[in-house]
C-alpha cells in the first residue's frame, strides 16, 4: 500500500481565497483514492504540528505539493512549514546533517539525507503565461525554465534525499485562465508521475 501526503500550500488572500489550488488537491486525492493509496494532506494556512509532520514525511512515500507561485517563490506559510518541519527532522530523522562532519568534512554536501526512497512532485499555479518560460526572447525570465525558478526549492528537498517527479504548472490563472484544460493536463500528469493506470478518472 502507497502512502501519500499531500500538502496545500495556499496562503488565502481577499483577491485570493486559494479556491483553484484546493480544487487541484481535491483531484489529486480522488485520484489517490481510487488507487487505494493512503492519504494524508495538510493545509498548512490552517497551521500544523511540526512533530506530527516530521512524521507524515517518515510515513510517506509520496508527497504532493501544490501551491500558488508568490513573489517568484514559495507562500510564505509553505516556507515556514518547510523551516519548521525539516529543521527538526535535522535531528538524524530526516536528515543527519549535512552529510558531514567534523572527522570527515571532505564527504559531499548535502549527502547527509535519509529520505532516498521518498518522492515528490511540484504542482503550482501561476499569474504568468506558458510563454513566459522557455524563450530567450522573453524578457523577464530571459528563457529560463519553470523547473529553473523551482530550483532553490528543488534544493531543499534533494538536501533530505528525496527524489524529483516533474512538475505541473497551471499558468495565466489570472488573465487567461484555462481551468478546464489544466484540470485535464494534471489528472493525466499526476497518473503519469506517480505511475497510476491511464484510465483512472477523479471524476
Do not use: C
Not at 47 to 68: C, H, K, R, S, Y
Not at 96 to 123: A, C, I, N
Amino acid at each position: 500500500m502507497t502512502n501519500v501526503l499531500i500538502v496545500n500550500g495556499h496562503q488565502p488572500f481577499p483577491t485570493s481565497p486559494g479556491t483553484l489550488n484546493f480544487a487541484f488537491v481535491e483531484r489529486a486525492r480522488r485520484i489517490f483514492e481510487a488507487a487505494d493509496w493512503n492519504i494524508r494532506t495538510t493545509h498548512v494556512a490552517d497551521g500544523w504540528d511540526t512533530e506530527e509532520e516530521v512524521a507524515n514525511q517518515l510515513w510517506a512515500g509520496q508527497i504532493l505539493f501544490q501551491f500558488p507561485l508568490n513573489s517568484m517563490g514559495l507562500p510564505w506559510p509553505l516556507k515556514r512549514y518547510l523551516d519548521e518541519v525539516y529543521t527538526a527532522g535535522m535531528d538524524g530523522r530526516l536528515s543527519k546533517g549535512d552529510g558531514r562532519s567534523r572527522k570527515d568534512p571532505s564527504r559531499q554536501y548535502g549527502s547527509g539525507g535519509h529520505l532516498t526512497e521518498t518522492q515528490y512532485m511540484l504542482s503550482l499555479t501561476l499569474n504568468a503565461p506558458r510563454m513566459a518560460f522557455g524563450d530567450p526572447n522573453q524578457n523577464f525570465f530571459e528563457g529560463r525554465s519553470v523547473e529553473d525558478l523551482l530550483w532553490p526549492v528543488h534544493l531543499n528537498f534533494r538536501f533530505f534525499g528525496m527524489q524529483a517527479l516533474p512538475s505541473f504548472a497551471a499558468y495565466d490563472v489570472s488573465k487567461a485562465p484555462t481551468i478546464a484544460a489544466d484540470f485535464e493536463r494534471f489528472d493525466a500528469h499526476l497518473r503519469s508521475a506517480f505511475g497510476l493506470p491511464a484510465q483512472q478518472s477523479s471524476a
